[in-house]
């Protein structure tokens, strides 16, 4: 997957967590499509498409991240879990997804963004 001109969403609640990231994405030649702090609104933007991959935040304020995942699955999209708990949502444990694992640095980002060519 060329990361250059690679569009993504951001799902993350954290606004410091979704600005650096930001930075990194855009560090590595990718543009963000959109940032969602909550389920309802990644649910919107994922229905809305127009990005290639997403970065999922597994908790949102406290609420799982899995239906915007199921959702993206259901559109063959690509996406990566974030989170600082080590652990996926409850039901996707032995899915094989992509984990970033916070706090993560450019070159973990770059690769986990670089394998998501083998998930497809």
Known sequence: MQLANLKILVVEDDALIAMLLEDMLSELGC???GTAASVESALAMAEAGGFDAGI????LAGHSSLPVA???DGKNTPYI???GYGSLP??????????LNKP?????LEAALASLENSR
């Open 81 to 83: 879990f974030a989170t």
């Open 104 to 108: 993560y640095q450019l070159h973990q």
């Open 70 to 72: 199921r959702l993206l």
């Open 56 to 59: 999922l935040d597994v908790s």
């Open 31 to 33: 543009t963000v499509t």
């Open 90 to 99: 409850e039901g996707m444990e032995d899915s094989g997804r992509h984990v």
